[in-house]
């Protein structure tokens, strides 16, 4: 019983030291970051993945990239090189978290 009692409240004090703190979500965090990358090889990447919506993606036309696409290769055009997403960044995509990219200067 004593053990439950001591386990109890080592656990309250790292939840309130959580709380303050963050250090554990930021390490956890800042390790998925590390992991999320991507390059750039040549041809078309296998398993590449495009945003289906948000505010974002649709504006800038992130959303319509696969119809164009095919209608591009339709006219002969190939893929030089495209990126190629790391295992942790797949998760991320799939999960619907948007993929690292450059802010533009506007």
């Known amino acids: 019983m004593a053990a439950a009692g001591a386990l109890v409240l ?6 309130r030291c959580e709380a303050r703190t963050s250090t554990l979500q930021a390490a ?3 390790r998925l970051a590390d992991a999320a990358t991507f390059e750039l090889a040549p041809g078309p990447s296998p398993r590449i993945r495009f945003p289906d919506a948000g505010p974002y993606d649709v504006r800038h036309g992130y959303t319509r990239i696969p119809a164009w696409s095919e209608r591009l290769a339709a006219a002969g055009y190939e893929i030089e090189a495209q990126a190629r997403f790391s295992p942790t960044l797949r998760v991320l995509a799939a999960l619907g978290l948007p993929a690292p990219r450059r802010e533009s200067a506007r």
């Open 28 to 30: 956890l965090l800042s």
């Open 10 to 15: 080592a656990g309250v004090a790292f939840g």
